[in-house]
């Protein structure tokens, strides 16, 4: 794996190691076909825009296939309408088709909405808005006609996920998760992560070398206590200890192969609410939705 030389580039020269670097992921991982309808999930932060970028750029070397872009609009005064708006001009100076859905139109809440009726529940805002959001990615990749859904993921998300999982001892993620998941068939729009071997900080770095405008300012909901000590501990034995990263990202690769034989496979139903794909009754969403209307 290519490791982290952007001090030692140009700007030009580090923009395409970086594009070079997804090439090679999306190769490694056999993620797309050469005719795919790509629906990028872009939330107007740094990540999912340099991906947006990058996979357009790519896409012009397949003629058969094609990028759009899917925004989720959860409902965050201040913040999210910004963002939405950084969304749809990437898209435009990109000439990137671009289709939103919002949590009003999908869950009859926004997510203020939804923070308001919580206040004192036990589960927090990014625990709501994680679950919506899954669904509302893949009904808006089947509005767009979308073959896959690629996130922005990157090398640092997939490393403090596959702590925190160690953390609360959930096997079944751990063996789960990866850079390629969810069959089509199964009513899933199969989502892929081209940035999983990309860090934070090239997908930052990224973005600035190419003058990509994108939003700055955090979510005023986040409250990832734990994952943000994860990734503050993850950053401190990479400075110690350079490479550290990349090492614990090869170890959960050979600790997620390692798994996979172990795990039973989930038959999936329809859930009876919404139609979309659950392992029970009713999706985790319509579970949710129908707590908060009660509230
Ligand atoms: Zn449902």
Redesign the pocket.
Known sequence: MRQYSGEKLCRKCFAESIEEKVRVTIGKYKMFEVDDKIAVAVSGGKDSLSLLHILARIEKDFPKSSTCAITVDEGISGYRDEAVRIAAKNCARLGVEQTTVSFKELYEYTMDEIVGKTQDGKLTPCAYCGVLRR?ALNIAGRKAGADKIATAHTLDDEIQTFFLNVIHGDPLRIARSGPKYDQAETGFVQRVKPFCEVLERESALYAYVKDIPFQEIPCPYSREALRNDVRHTLNRLERKHPGMKYTIYSSMVKIREAMKGTVEEITLKT??????P?AGT??Q??IMVRGLRDT
Request: proline share 0%.
């Open positions: 669904k859930c009876e609410d919404c139609g979309e659950t009713l999706c969403a319509c």
